[in-house]
């Protein structure tokens, strides 16, 4: 069974970088769009930003101008990089992959950013 692992999370002051990492444990067929969702204590999972098999991008309002989404589809890998990080942006990150017949979650990775 396929499984996606995450990483990258952790804790970091405001102003901040961190880049998260997402990999899949087997192989994948035909991926579609890949990407990355939140979800902060108390509220619902929402889209962070998402990358199409051919490289359309897809961010949020609220991350736009400091989060960049980015794939290889040699190694079925996407990778979020987060700069000028608020505390707002706490939360626990989730990779997705939408493929032909199936759609993954990992299991999320922390990201908390302190004031």
């Known amino acids: 069974q396929v499984q996606l ?3 990258g ?4 002051q405001a102003g901040g970088s961190l880049r998260l990492s997402c990999a ?5 067929f035909s991926i579609n769009v890949m990407g990355w969702y939140r979800q902060a204590p108390g509220k619902q999972r929402e889209l962070v930003a998402s ?3 051919g490289g359309n991008t897809n961010y949020a309002d609220f991350v736009k101008g400091r989060f960049s989404i980015s794939r290889d589809n040699a190694k079925n890998t996407v990778s979020l990089q987060m700069n000028s990080l608020k505390p707002e942006d706490t939360g626990v990150y989730y990779c997705n992959i939408v493929a032909r017949f199936s759609s993954y979650w990992g299991q999320g990775t922390q990201v908390t950013v302190s004031s």
């Open 5 to 7: 692992v995450e990483s």
């Open 9 to 12: 999370g952790g804790l970091v």
């Open 24 to 28: 899949s444990s087997g192989s994948i």
């Open 51 to 53: 990358i199409s098999s």
